[in-house]
């Protein structure tokens, strides 16, 4: 099936309609993916609806091959150009074909700029949950009442224009929703969970607004991985980087469903060195006895301290951890000799890392250690395409233990990524010290299922403190937890103040290195979840 939309040669037509044939419909919806941190998530939520949904390259889909597959709507993306600065990629021709087209951000600015309103730099930035406005008595927003909470992450505003009508405005932003013609935009991003009728906005544009009538029900998706994964790999041997995390944890599920529970083709790798305090003991409960299975553990702690010896910051420590990283799992590839080597990346993974769909610039927000290694052998990602709520779906669908699902997601650098400044075999110490006791708190609490992700960081902040009526210098460990349910967007996690309070006195009382706790309030964005 086609993927992502280049141009409407012969070949692409003939996918199309056969992808047609099989949805029994004649309807067919363009994205233009211009680079958001988002977009596959626009791309999910028209699979939800049911409605047939295509990626298209910005930089070479014209005007022209839109006018041969005639979609029943578009929708452009946000991204992180400017439309004054830098341009899009994008032939704006296509705004003139009559062609129902709703803009989210940037692609509610470029089509804004193409027909003649101003689109400048905002002197108040908007990011985070605010409230629209809601104008006009639109089919946009069919349903909603006057206002409703959306995620905003934007520093670009539209000024008020003759030729546009006005749907939504925000504290901060005059035209946070607008419509000319055809055309529709808005400035927040309806396709995260924050947006509160985000699903809502796409049905309506697709069923009010474009007269959409076909629904496709969703294929079992965790068969068709299955499937496919039993098709690539056939008879030779796979290894996998498990870290016992949730999406690690579902890959290997799914191998173990396409290969066979009596195959004896797996090995899985987990590298310790720079690892949380119960991951290796939740690796080795829960796989360290399965027939199909071999599990390997790699001590690469001297490793992983070396390399970081020097680096300071955050995207160098990454860059060096990935080296030891790759390392590790070519050595036991060889080993092993396997023709696969599998890992849990998911999508956010490689958005984040600078890595999507084709055609347009796309931020590297850090890079991480799972993407973009160039292996001696062919990768398995069956998680690429899936955010995290997809995977833990996947995950419950092949029976994978509930426990694995809801444990906090391994930060890929692991501790290094919790450890400000350079990572000595001291301060990582610590921060497994000061990790393990904040995770015990809050499962004692029952406080550990209730946040999606949670962390304790080592900062390069020291401060005077007085322990047994002396007077010191102590390290700063800063605390945080978040809601989310994919990880593209995150709410940080009001834990109750006596909880932290408890927290805070067990670190600095059991931890002789530690002089003061902290506690960070910021969401994502504009914050990322883990500190570095």
């Known amino acids: 099936m086609l993927t992502i939309l280049k141009n409407s040669n012969e ?15 004649n309807e067919l919806f363009i994205l233009f993916a211009l680079g958001s941190q988002f977009d596959h998530l626009i791309k999910l939520a028209f699979e939800k609806l049911g409605v047939f949904c295509l990626v298209a390259d910005p930089r070479s889909v014209t005007s022209d091959d839109i006018k041969k597959i005639n979609p029943t709507g578009i929708i452009l993306s946000g991204g992180p150009a400017s439309v004054y600065d830098e341009g899009v990629p994008f032939d704006t021709k296509i705004f003139d074909l009559g062609i129902p087209t709703l803009g989210v951000c940037l692609g ?5 700029h193409y027909i003649g309103a101003k689109v400048l730099g905002a002197n108040k930035r908007e990011f985070g949950v605010h409230t629209l406005h809601i104008q006009n008595n639109d089919s ?17 505003r539209i000024e008020p224009y003759e030729k546009f009508e006005v749907l939504g405005t925000t504290d901060d932003a005059p035209i946070s929703a607008g419509k000319y013609k055809h055309l529709y935009g808005v400035q927040f991003h309806p396709e995260t969970t924050e947006s509160e009728n985000g699903i809502k906005i796409f049905e309506n544009f697709c069923f009010e607004i474009c007269k959409a009538v076909d629904r496709f029900p969703a294929e079992n998706i965790a068969e068709k991985k299955i499937k496919e994964i039993k098709e690539i790999v056939g008879d030779k041997k796979v290894l996998i980087a498990l870290s016992g995390g949730c999406d690690s944890s579902v890959v290997a599920g799914l191998i173990r469903n396409a290969l066979g529970e009596m195959s004896g083709r797996v090995m899985a790798i987990y590298i310790k060195g720079i690892d949380r305090p119960d991951d290796e003991k939740t690796v080795m409960d829960n796989f360290g006895n399965e027939s199909w299975l071999q599990v390997k553990i790699i001590d690469a702690t001297n490793q992983f301290l070396e390399v970081l010896k ?18 590790v799992l070519e050595q036991e590839i060889k ?5 696969f080597i599998a890992q849990g990346t998911l999508y956010t993974d490689l958005s984040e890392s600078g890595v999507g769909h084709d055609g347009a610039r796309r931020a590297q927000i850090k890079l991480h250690h799972n993407t973009n290694l160039q292996f001696s052998v062919p ?22 233990k509930e426990e694995l699902l809801v444990r906090h997601p391994f930060p890929g650098p692991g501790l290094v990524v919790r450890i400000e400044g350079e990572v000595t075999k001291e301060n990582l110490v610590i921060a497994r010290q000061i990790d393990g006791i904040y995770v015990e708190e809050l499962r004692k609490a029952k406080l550990y299922e209730t946040v999606w992700q949670a962390g304790a960081v080592v900062t390069n902040s020291m401060i005077t403190c007085t322990k047994g009526d002396d007077a010191s210098q102590g390290v700063v460990v800063a605390l945080w937890a978040v809601w989310s349910v994919n990880g593209f967007t995150a709410q940080f996690a009001e834990l109750p103040y006596e909880f932290l309070r408890k927290v805070s006195q067990r670190i600095t009382n059991e931890v002789r290195a530690v002089g003061a706790v902290t506690y960070r309030i910021s969401d994502k964005p504009p914050s990322t979840i883990e500190w570095g």
């Open 379 to 400: 990768e398995l990602m069956p998680l690429a395409d899936c955010v995290k709520d997809g995977a833990r779906d996947i995950g419950r669908a092949i029976g994978v």
């Open 335 to 339: 080993e092993f000799d396997a023709s």
């Open 140 to 156: 946009l927003f069919k349903g909603f009442g006057n206002t409703t909470r959306v995620l905003e992450s934007h520093g670009d």
């Open 310 to 327: 020097g680096k300071v910051t955050m995207p160098e420590k990454r860059l060096a951890m990935r080296e030891v990283y790759k390392e």
């Open 11 to 25: 070949e692409s037509i003939r996918q199309i309609d056969e992808e047609k044939k099989i949805r029994n419909t």
């Open 108 to 112: 509610f600015q470029l089509w804004a």
